[in-house]
């Protein structure tokens, strides 16, 4: 079984990912679409970040991108340019290494208790635990897409 400590770990080594995917792009990089049906780096990373508070509010602790991550939620539109609700590259970063300070805090505080806890995931329930663990499944798939979204921009390396 994944303990607490763990999950904190592979959240953590998400967020470096990311940080090492971003690293040297600009604002509009992020804003590039690829030439399939796909979102851009940045509706990528605003969607990791608005996906972090749900986690967050799994283990009972405040959302840290709020309202900021509203344009970024599940299906929402892709974004191809500047517009209402789109942050910038450096503050997706921000949000997202903020939210991995609180998601490290709550998980440290998670008792077996609140680990146990039903809550409700879709049209179904499962415990905190089974529910992070999707979470972070779903994290890890959209932390496989930055490789190519950085790729998209040009730069031709390899990061991981």
Known sequence: MLTTDQLTQAFDRNVSIIQRQAAGLTHADSLRQPPFRGNCLNW??????????RILQTLGAAAVTGAAG?????ESDPITADG??????????RL????QEALA???AAATPADLAREVPAGQ??????ERLFFLYFHETYHVGQT?????????NDKII
Do not use: F, K
């Not at 969607?47 to 972090?52: G, M, Q």
């Open 124 to 129: 179904r329930t499962a415990t905190v635990a």
């Open 105 to 107: 805090a709550a998980l």
């Open 96 to 99: 997202l290494a903020a939210s």
């Open 84 to 93: 209402p609700g789109v942050l910038p590259l450096e503050e997706l970063l």
């Open 70 to 74: 509203e344009r970024y939620a599940r």
């Open 147 to 155: 490789e190519l979204l950085r790729q998209l921009t040009g730069v």
């Open 44 to 53: 990528v990373l605003g969607h990791l970040a608005n996906n972090r508070d």
